[in-house]
């Protein structure tokens, strides 16, 4: 049998028992009560905005699991030296990698099942309290921008993993990932506005901004929750481009990672 299942359950079972977890589930309570307070203060725009808050902190909350739970899962086996345990038995370093990978999608997506489940029963709730202020909703488009998320989430994951695979502390991977999160969701805007403003910036720089916004994964495609919100149709088209961009990206990362970690020495 391949020993990339057994890696995979035992790192999503860390994952599970981390008390992050139990934190981001217990904020997502807070949220649906949050969401249903909201509702009550903001008629006219109640199903746009209820809508808003449910995506908005789910994409959040998984955020968070990526941050403080993900980066830990490989760095608490180097801190530990417990690595040492792993790659004595039949298994590569690439191997090894690829399993805490697929534990961690496993671990995201279980976990996104329940914020999505937390998600709906508050949007099931405001509108049943206010079924006159959602003209336009649905319910496909809502599931449509919690999977995007989710691919997303994979894809930070990813790249969590491969700033892991080289860096010497979780503290430089957790920098390293925030950085291209934030990145991805702003280089989109930020190569237009260089581009339209070729006359006043330098070409070294326009030069710099079209690298980088090809080297980073573009996440801001991900993020459909306005067309959610406002139930604007998506051309299936550029559903079909998104999830091959996000698995095709992902693939490449995990595979740069595995490779860059079977040449890491360990102290």
């Not at 909350?61 to 490989?74: P, S, T």
């Not at 003209?135 to 994951?157: A, K, V």
């Not at 067309?227 to 996000?246: C, E, K, T």
Request: charged share 10%; net charge positive; aromatic share 12%.
């Amino acid at each position: 049998m391949t020993p990339l299942w057994p890696v995979a359950v035992i790192t999503f079972k860390e994952g599970i028992r981390n008390r992050a977890v139990y934190g981001i589930s217990l904020f997502a309570l807070m949220m649906m009560a949050v969401n249903l307070l909201i509702s009550d203060m903001i008629m006219q725009e109640v199903g746009k905005v209820s809508v808003d808050i449910a995506l908005s902190s789910i994409s959040f909350l998984g955020l968070l699991l990526v941050l403080f739970v993900g980066i830990n899962l490989l760095a608490k086996d180097l801190d530990k030296r417990t690595i040492y345990m792993v790659l004595a038995r039949p298994i590569s370093r690439g191997e090894y990698i690829i399993g805490k990978f697929l534990g961690m999608v496993l671990l995201i997506v279980v976990t996104m099942s329940i914020l999505c489940m937390f998600a709906v029963a508050s949007i099931f709730l405001v509108k049943m309290r206010y079924s006159g202020y959602f003209p336009r909703f649905s319910w496909p488009m809502i599931f449509l921008s919690i999977s995007f998320t989710t691919l997303s989430l994979i894809l930070l994951s990813a790249l969590s993993f491969l700033f892991a695979s080289f860096a010497s502390t979780s503290f430089i991977s957790l920098i390293l990932t925030i950085a291209a999160y934030i990145i991805g969701h702003s280089m989109t805007d930020v190569k237009a506005l260089v581009e339209a403003s070729q006359d006043k910036v330098s070409p070294v720089t326009l030069k710099v901004v079209q690298a980088a916004y090809y080297i980073f994964p573009n996440l801001s495609i991900f993020d459909i929750k306005t067309q959610a919100a406002h139930d604007l149709a998506i051309p299936m088209s550029y559903i079909f481009w998104a999830v091959s961009y996000g698995l095709v990206y992902t693939c490449i990362v995990i595979t740069i990672a595995s490779l860059i970690f079977r040449k890491r020495e360990f102290p």
